[in-house]
């Protein structure tokens, strides 16, 4: 198959791209956009050149499979000049999205019509990149520096009216007609001849920049490319010869494409599109149809799924044993809307449609004619198996019964049934209705259009799914506690909560384990039996009445906007529980810390994956960067680990008496 064919319409001359799945630019598309062009000229019979796609979408962008790889076909700048330059006009014609490289290409073309439906962006900087074909100085060229600098920096496309009335394209087709009415629009062209965005001087002012950066100053923490796309706009402005600009786009481009941030984030597009994919598993494998959802329990975790599938429009019956339990959740998640609506997210209309779908319940038989039931009650074997046998006997056959569960053992909970095929675990993130991963937690009996139904319907609602196996905390918990044990020792060791936080949020985590702690609660599972003597730290706070941020005090004091301070009596507990335990305080580097921290999780990584309780090393990547804020620009564990080096990692863990993974040391070999 030839992926851009040439077919002619009179005078004007058409190139479809077609290389599904989304038109990339492929070094073979390159090659054909370049002699379709070459074409055209050469033919006196053409007077014009439409550019256009087959397919979902125009050209999505470059093809990054092909980066970091050996150069073939044409280069993409060449490409792009043998465009600009050409002597017959140039037409894009836009369907579904023009990113990055795709709408580079529109930006050397001489003029661009879109159908309305169309998205148009340069969405590189996700990818720890900037759009480095001429991107950063051509889009200020006829958007403006305002507009550019928020679209560079932030990366998410505009619509086609906007992209109408800030200038980026010049017209727009019917929906069903975009064929036609490009054709059309270039004979307009014909007349009018080439015209060239670099020829454009540069509008608008740099002011936006240092706004953005402060506006986003905590979310691109860390993070290079958004500074590097706004350096490159500043660029436009600031030279008036676009091949000046140019220039200083490409050296930005080289350093961040040679750096470890982009590699990071690349890899994490993949890794996100990869976990969708089971294993073994036919990708025609028929899905059970989901048209209602059965949630038990209404606190923090209920509400929170149950938001995801109200928003979705799909309706939801939500069960609790008490009325004021019950009203008390309902209300939460209405105060929830009503708060996004006060943002401007949804009007009351749709706030009232989607509290419309939801049926309060004190009776799980209400829950008889629900597709899917998930359960979110307390943590605990006895209770969930309760729940789980009065499901058996009260949800219709075929119904998928999961449990939210965050450590117990899904076989056991599907053994108080009598269909553990249906049974599964769906294991959300707090807050629910905002965190994206969502580990579904595939049981030894689960069946396979269970466990293909719960990944889709995850996506549905917008999370990221990731198979687990049954094991104790599943992926994230299981990799969460092999930090949390040495991060507790070095507290005993001598360092301090502030130091140990400090190195986990200058790695890239919005908060380290102790703020993580004072977050959750301390007192989650504290026997409150105060005649006991403390076992550990965090009992010893209890004790002290220092329960976290909840009650302004724990292992930070907390004023009332919750900003945390250093606290005299938490470290003197500490100090007090390190002398009766007869601990040694002594000096503790940040490098120590990284190390004990977090070694053993890149240890506990490969153990999953030797037990099969992971499907692939960028699925473990993929949990901790959506559940658990692993900054990613460092790709998640697994990545970071074979960037920090195997051998390094199993000297150290050897050196700590960590028992190592046997893959792991033989990574290290
Ligand atoms: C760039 O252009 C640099 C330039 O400035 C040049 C500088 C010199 N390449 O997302 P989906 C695959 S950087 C290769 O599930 P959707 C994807 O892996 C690029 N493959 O579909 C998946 O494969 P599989 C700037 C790509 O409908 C399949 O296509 N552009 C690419 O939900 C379907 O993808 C971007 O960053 C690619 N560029 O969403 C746009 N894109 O089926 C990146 C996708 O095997 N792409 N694939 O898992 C997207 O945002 C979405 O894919 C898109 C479609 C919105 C287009």
Known sequence: MQSVTTSQDGEILVLSVNNPPVNALSWHVRQGISDGIEQGLKDDSVKAIVIRCEGQTFIAGADITEFGKPPQGPDFNAVLNTIETATKPVIAAIHGTALGGGLETTLVCH???????????????????????????????????????????????????????????????????????????????????????????????????????????????????????????????????????????????????????????????????????????????????????????AGTMGGGITMNFLQKGIPVTIVEMVQENLDRGVGVIRKNYEASAAKGRYTSEQVEKMMGLL????????????????????????????????????????????????YLDVNEIAASTSRPQDVLGMHFFSPANVMKLLEVVRGDKTADDVLATAMAIGKKIGKIAVVAGVCHGFIGNRMLSQRQIPANALLMEGASPEQIDNVFTDFGFPMGPFQMADLAGMDIGWHRDTSLEPTNVREAMCLAGRFGQKNGKGFYDYDEKRNRTPSPEALAIIEDFRSRSNMQKREISDQEIIERCLYPMVNEGYLILEEGKAQRASDIDVVWIYGYGWPVYRGGPMFW???EGAKKIVESLERQGVKVAESLKAKAA
């Not at 436009?236 to 040679?258: H, Q, T, W, Y």
């Not at 309060?360 to 008889?368: F, G, I, T, V």
């Open 111 to 297: 003029y661009r019509i879109a159908v309305p439906s169309a998205m148009l962006g340069v969405p590189e900087v996700k990818l720890g990149l900037l759009p480095g074909a001429g991107g950063t100085q051509r889009l200020p060229r006829l958007v403006g520096i305002e507009q550019a600098a928020v679209m560079t920096s932030l990366g998410e496309p505009i619509s086609a009216q906007k992209a109408l009335d800030t200038g980026l394209i010049d017209k727009l087709a019917g929906e069903d007609s975009l064929a036609a009415d490009a054709v059309a629009f270039a004979r307009e062209c014909v007349a009018k001849g080439p015209r060239h965005t670099r020829d454009l001087p540069v509008k608008g002012d740099t002011s936006i920049i240092a706004k953005l950066e402060a506006e986003n100053a905590r979310k691109w923490k860390g993070f290079d490319a958004p500074y590097a796309n706004l350096r490159c706009v500043a660029a436009a402005a600031e030279n008036p010869n676009i091949e000046d600009g140019l220039k200083f786009e490409r050296a930005e481009f080289v350093k961040l494409m040679s750096g470890s941030q982009s590699a990071a984030q690349r890899y994490m597009f993949f890794a996100e599109r990869q976990a969708a994919k089971i294993d073994g598993l036919p990708k025609d494998t028929k899905l059970r149809d989901i048209k209602k959802v059965g949630v038990i329990g």
């Open 359 to 406: 049926t309060p319940s004190l009776n799980l038989e209400d829950l008889a004619d629900c597709d899917l039931v998930i359960e979110a009650v307390y943590e605990s074997m006895d209770v969930k198996k309760e729940v789980f046998g009065k499901l058996d006997k009260i949800c219709k056959q075929g119904a998928i019964l999961a449990s939210n569960t965050s």
């Open 641 to 643: 680990g074979d960037l």
